[in-house]
């Protein structure tokens, strides 16, 4: 199974659970039974999901990398910011996204998405990275994972 960590860019994972939602959506029939909370809830989670960018631009404060694939090039550890309230703000930011998007499309099955989102990125993604951070920054990295939580 480590053949498959830090091999599929989780950005691709998150569109490729989308898709595969969507295409859920057309076979199976359409629930509309929350009418304006389903609406203000859409809105909520994809607001939510900014946290991604705020993350990002966090990244990119301390000149280290956000490629997801090659976390060996990691040179800083950054907690502060959107890393101060989860440790994966990107990853949190595309499943809010995902249940955003399973909100609109309103089909009991797109759920799966988030879900399966996820299962395969704590799996395949944040595990590998929590090696790698925990090999690289030590105890820096130990005392983090203890004060911040790997979601929410």
């Known amino acids: 199974m480590r053949t498959l960590e830090n091999r599929i860019p989780p950005p691709f994972v998150c569109v490729l659970v989308a898709a595969a939602m969507w295409v859920s ?3 199976l029939p359409f629930s ?3 009418g304006v909370v389903r609406w203000a809830l859409v809105t909520l989670f ?3 999901s900014l946290i991604g960018p705020a993350a990002i631009w966090g990244f990119s404060k301390a000149k280290t990398t956000i490629d997801p694939v090659r976390i060996d090039r990691a040179s800083a550890l950054v907690t502060s910011g959107a890393f101060s309230i ?3 703000p990107m990853y949190l930011s595309m499943a809010c996204l995902l249940v955003s998007w399973a909100l609109y499309i309103s089909v009991p099955w797109a759920w799966l998405g988030p879900v399966l989102f996820v299962i395969f990125i ?3 993604q944040i595990i590998p990275e929590e090696r790698s951070m925990a090999a690289k920054f030590g ?3 130990e005392a983090y994972r203890k004060r911040v939580r790997r979601w929410i």
Do not use: C, I, K
Request: hydrophobic content about 45%; aromatic content about 28%; charged content about 20%.
């Open 25 to 27: 959506s057309l076979w």
């Open 32 to 34: 509309d039974n929350l």
């Open 46 to 48: 994809f607001a939510f």
């Open 86 to 88: 989860t440790r994966n």
């Open 122 to 124: 704590n799996r395949f």
């Open 139 to 141: 105890d820096a990295y």
